[in-house]
């Protein structure tokens, strides 16, 4: 983290609700597109033009979507705090402090929401039930989803 990022202001804002997270999320499905094409087109290149059929190169396409999407969120989260899908709502992602997360907890955010996600949406139901509205995603990560002050 640069000296800049240490000192950088803290912004005005509240915890974000879960109604705002769902709406970025689809409003994030834009650029999830494009990197869905290319991942899934590199795997076909790879692959001689033929679909990828076999077990263990699956789960290989797999993990390269997973984490190109995840490139998308972590790069997106550290340049300024939000992805395209969060920007409308003026929602941001932060540490605890205020200040943007580091890497590695960013990577631990997204993760950790795969697994928020995939327990049937039970991690981002936690918010409606933590009086900070944190997800376990922003429990286990030290991060927060803030709307910021307009």
């Keep these: 983290m640069s000296a800049s990022e240490d000192d950088a202001p803290r912004v005005a804002a509240e915890p974000a609700t879960l109604a705002l997270r769902l709406v970025a999320m689809v409003y994030d ?7 869905l094409l290319l991942v899934s087109t590199l795997a076909l290149l790879l692959n001689g033009g033929e679909p990828v059929t076999a077990p263990a190169a ?5 993990a390269a979507t997973w984490l190109a999407i995840g490139a998308y969120f972590v790069v997106s989260w550290r340049r300024g705090g939000a992805t395209m899908g969060m920007r409308p709502w003026r ?3 932060r540490d605890r402090d205020g200040r943007i997360a580091t890497t590695s907890a960013l990577w631990a955010r997204y993760a950790l929401a795969t697994v928020s996600l995939g327990a049937a949406g039970l991690g981002f139901l936690w918010s409606l039930f933590d009086g900070d509205r ?4 922003d429990l286990g990560s030290g991060t927060v989803l803030l709307r910021v002050a307009g």
């Design 134 to 137: 944190r997800t376990w995603h």
């Design 58 to 62: 699956r789960l290989g396409l797999l």
């Design 91 to 93: 929602l941001q992602v």
């Design 29 to 35: 499905a834009i650029p999830l597109l494009p990197i």
